[in-house]
């Protein structure tokens, strides 16, 4: 009898466009926000590759969902402190890494890329 392969996790992520169009997305976990918005040209830049350089990943989490994630870093805050459109639930997608304990986690995508 053969073993079972363990599958990676997949939790779904939703982008919501400025427009409103939704993007329902299952991506693996480890995974940040944005490399999964880069894989699927939904317009995140992400300038720096995630080392925390530049704000061009920027995104605001669904209120609902912002207090799953862990708190900003101060250099994740002092990279917000570039971005255009910040809302109190602003993050960068590069700092937001899927869990399964974020399956279900939506993202808005901000105005003026």
């Known amino acids: 009898m053969r073993a079972a392969v363990a599958r990676p ?9 400025p ?11 480890g995974l940040s926000v944005m490399q999964v918005a880069r894989m699927h040209d ?3 830049e992400g300038t ?36 255009i459109g910040v809302r109190p639930t602003s993050r ?3 700092q937001i890494v899927l869990t399964e304990e974020l399956d279900g986690l939506t993202v808005h995508l901000p105005d003026g890329w």
Not at 9 to 17: G, H, Q, S
Not at 20 to 27: K, S, V
Not at 51 to 69: F, G, K, Q, W
């Open 9 to 17: 996790a997949m939790p779904r992520l939703i982008f919501v466009e």
């Open 48 to 83: 720096c590759d995630g080392s925390l350089a530049c704000a061009t990943c920027h995104v605001i989490v669904a209120p609902e969902d912002a207090l799953r994630l862990g708190a900003a870093s101060a250099e994740e805050e002092d990279m917000l402190d570039l971005a």
């Open 42 to 44: 939904l317009g995140i």
């Open 19 to 29: 427009g409103g169009a939704r993007h329902q997305i299952d991506a693996p976990c």
């Open 92 to 94: 960068l997608g590069c």
